[in-house]
């Protein structure tokens, strides 16, 4: 037996991404595991001036996506159980959940503008905040290969959720399952809807597996962006062994086919990942090769894409943008490669930022190797495993070009084992195209229109403060710069804003073991996003 078949007998119940669903993963990892072996031998609240009408516009969209939910088995032990990943503070921050949903790779969730849990999904069933099955939750994607599953799915990107524009209480949940198995993809687009309106604010399925189109599709790779207009959404999925996408436009009047567009190469049956970017001018789609397609938010077209291939992609797992849009970062099992998509040739920018240690989480065969990638919140890009491991790896400055990104191998430790359980999250924040033809409805989703002149409308926690306070604001498309100065001008904190960012935890010097009375005063604070600025002050006590 080959070290790579070896390790590729995985526990089933830690390992429960290597069951024998979606062949392609376990054949991928396990030939490129071959391959490395034969190569290489073995704020400010309260005194803030809220120029923008104050805080609830500042805090309009401060959740959404800011918690992602992981873990399984919680009735077992430690290593097993839930994790959550929660972003509402602008930092991570981890902890371990005792709940009846398990979560692997087919997994997303929606909170409320205050960051608080609405419901989430596994793609087998929709669980209401408390983690228990939401009322007529249960029976998603009926088919063969969901009645094997029924804990939760294994089919990556295989559900996504749209808020109905113009009713907070309805959410669209978009799902695929696994119909046939030779090409584990799916024979229809399914949709439900939930109400949160029932069930004292639990939540109901209203609708489930309603098709909104029957043709055979390739696995997963639901993707969504706004809408230039700023209220209705864009929704895709790619038909199998052709070039063609579907397009579905979600509105007031619910979720509808819009149309096909034949653009790029004919795709077979795949795996690999497809995103948006965060401005969701750009869509990538990674598998054996790259395709970075330029996109219309206002006709929901794409352009040619610009392809890259090369031996180097072969088992394409995961990708994502940064912050800014302009670096694309790609997975291929055993190394991470990053795009510059603004250079004349993108191809040719290609930087390759990492290659797998050969670290086991928490031991042999758990290959701590390279998978799905999701942006969070907190300006950071976050890569799984293809393992259920006790790790993540993390892009902690993806808006820097070459290794300046400053990627860093198992740099999350975790006290439960994940199972590439990022969730499939579109940019909630994304606001209308200003000045486009489809900016017609005169509203604006999560990023302020901004004169030089003006500032920006800031919410801030505890004031007076000890000096450890958090400031929150609207996301903004470009990455900022906090500076806080005393009263005589002298810088004493200084912090990067991420692009989408909303929440930063601010910890002034000394603040954790107690400030004396000299630190005590009045300070200034300034959030600066190029020509835009807020200004407050902030009262500490020592």
Not at 206 to 230: C, D, I, P
């Amino acid at each position: 037996m080959t070290l790579a078949e070896t390790l590729w007998r995985f526990s089933d119940r830690a390992l429960r991404c290597c069951r024998p669903r979606q062949a392609y993963d376990r054949t991928l990892i396990a030939m490129a595991m071959q391959r490395h072996i034969n190569s290489t031998s073995a704020a400010c609240v309260g005194i803030l001036i809220a120029i923008l009408g104050g805080c609830d516009s500042a805090c309009a969209q401060q959740g959404l996506n800011n918690l992602w939910m992981g873990g399984f088995d919680s009735e077992g032990p430690p290593p097993f159980g839930g994790i959550d990943f929660n972003f509402i503070t602008g930092e991570l921050d981890i902890s371990y959940e005792q709940r009846d949903i398990d979560f692997y790779r087919t997994n997303t969730n929606i909170t409320t503008a205050a960051g608080e849990l609405l419901f989430s999904t596994n793609g087998a069933f929709v669980a209401n905040a408390l983690g228990d099955t939401m009322v007529n939750g249960s029976g998603l994607n009926p088919s063969w290969y969901t009645s094997q599953y029924p804990e939760g799915l294994l089919i990556p990107q295989g559900v996504l959720i749209i808020p109905k524009p113009e009713d907070p209480d309805i959410h669209y949940l978009l799902h695929v399952p696994i119909d046939v198995w030779a090409t584990t993809g799916p024979l229809q687009l399914y949709y439900s809807v939930i109400d949160m309106s029932l069930e004292s604010g639990l939540g109901a399925v209203v609708a489930k597996n309603q098709a909104l189109f029957a043709e055979e599709l390739n696995g997963g790779k639901l993707s969504a962006v706004r809408h230039a207009n700023g209220r209705d959404w864009w929704v895709f999925t790619h038909k199998l062994n052709t070039d063609l996408y579907y397009r579905m436009l979600v509105t007031p009047t619910g979720p509808q086919v819009d149309g096909t567009q034949a653009v790029g190469p004919i795709h077979p049956p795949d795996a690999g990942q497809v995103c948006f970017s965060p401005q969701g001018d750009k869509f990538a789609y990674f598998y054996e090769s790259l395709e970075v397609l330029p996109f219309d938010r206002c006709t929901g077209l794409f352009d040619e894409p610009i392809l890259v291939t090369g031996e180097q992609l072969d088992y394409g797992c995961g990708v994502a943008f940064s912050p800014n849009g302009r670096f694309l970062y790609v997975s291929t099992v055993l190394d991470v490669y990053q795009f510059d998509t603004e250079a004349d040739d993108i191809a040719a920018s290609e930087v390759h930022i990492a290659q797998w240690d050969s670290t086991y989480s928490p031991f042999p065969p758990f290959a701590a190797l390279f998978s799905n990638m999701q942006l969070a919140p907190d300006g950071k890009i976050y890569i799984g495993t293809g393992n259920s491991t006790q790790v993540l790896h993390v892009i902690h400055n993806p808006d820097e070009p070459g290794l300046a990104c400053n990627m860093e191998q198992h740099g999350i430790d975790l006290e439960r084992y994940f199972s590439n359980s990022l969730p499939n999250h579109p940019n909630y924040h994304l606001g209308p195209v200003d000045g486009s033809v489809c900016d017609s409805l005169g509203i604006n989703v999560g990023i302020p229109t901004l004169s030089p002149e003006e500032g920006l409308g800031v919410r801030a926690y505890p004031n007076p403060s000890s000096g450890q306070f958090t400031l929150g604001y609207p996301a903004q498309p470009t990455a900022g710069v906090l500076e806080v100065r005393d009263l005589q001008g002298r810088l004493v904190h200084r912090a990067y804003l991420p692009p989408w960012s909303q929440v930063h935890r601010v910890e002034l010097p000394g603040a954790a073991a107690g400030l004396s009375a000299a630190q005590a005063g009045m300070y200034h604070c300034t959030l600066r996003w190029g020509v835009h600025s807020a200004n407050t002050r902030i009262i500490i006590e020592p």
